[in-house]
Antibody
Framework: EVQLVQSGAEVKKPGESLKISCKGSGYIFSNYWIHWLRQMPGRGPEWMGGVYPADSDIRYSPSFQGQVTISVDKSTDTAYLQWRSLEASDTAMYYC???????????????WGQGTLVTVSS | AIQMTQSPSSLSAYVGDRVTITCRASQAIRNDLGWYQQKPGKAPKLLIYGASTLQSGVPSRFSGSGSGTYFTLTISSLQPEDFATYYCLQDYNLWTFGQGTKVEIK
């Protein structure tokens, strides 16, 4: 079974750093992009960026460029999302999702991880 | 950036009703669109990709159509387990979600 398992919920203070993870299993991890998405309370998901584990190619949404860092460790089939200095506005659920493609152009996100709730509060 | 405008933002319907949700793109996106279902406290789940291809395991009462800038998701006979929020997602240029449509029980 193809599966993405994310790290657990985090409660942090403003200014603190954080790194959350997403571990893939049931498929060849290196061959598929992993994307990160933010969902703020009561809102729809937003695409943040993604990483291609085979060559560590990373793409960011313009909205998140410079705000977060995406990375990957092929040896452990794990992708990461990190912040250097959290703000209260970073409070949200964060999902990872695998990008699949057919015919080189039709893409979708499936499966998704279970989500990591990040709460930033003083 | 491509904007996705989804409507309605919410709707109330009876079990057995036919329901249609629309999504408009700010520019032509071929058929690079998917539909996702999200239930409270859960991750979104893929229903349809490529505008009209049903994901494996998804009931056939779900269908998608459209290309270019106008797309629809139809549920032919609403079932109790279909009450959820639905999102469209374009993958033509980066990834952009619609604002969502909450389907509630009437």
């Amino acid at each position: 079974e193809v599966q993405l398992v994310q790290s657990g919920a985090e409660v942090k203070k403003p200014g603190e750093s954080l790194k959350i993870s997403c571990k893939g299993s049931g498929y060849i991890f290196s061959n598929y992009w992993i994307h990160w998405l933010r969902q703020m309370p009561g809102r729809g998901p937003e695409w943040m960026g993604g990483v291609y584990p085979a060559d560590s190619d990373i793409r960011y949404s313009p909205s998140f460029q410079g705000q977060v860092t995406i990375s990957v460790d092929k040896s452990t089939d794990t992708a990461y999302l990190q912040w250097r200095s959290l703000e209260a506005s970073d409070t949200a659920m964060y999902y990872c999702a695998r990008r699949d493609v057919v015919s080189g152009i039709i893409e979708w996100l499936d499966p998704w991880g279970q989500g990591t709730l990040v709460t930033v509060s003083s | 950036a491509i904007q996705m405008t989804q409507s309605p933002s919410s709707l109330s319907a009876y079990v057995g009703d036919r329901v249609t949700i629309t999504c408009r793109a700010s520019q032509a996106i071929r058929n690079d669109l998917g539909w996702y279902q999200q239930k409270p406290g859960k991750a979104p789940k893929l229903l349809i990709y490529g505008a009209s291809t049903l994901q494996s395991g998804v009931p056939s009462r779900f269908s998608g159509s459209g290309s270019g800038t106008y797309f629809t998701l139809t549920i032919s006979s609403l079932q109790p387990e279909d009450f959820a929020t639905y999102y469209c997602l374009q993958d033509y240029n980066l990834w952009t979600f619609g604002q969502g449509t909450k389907v509630e029980i009437k």
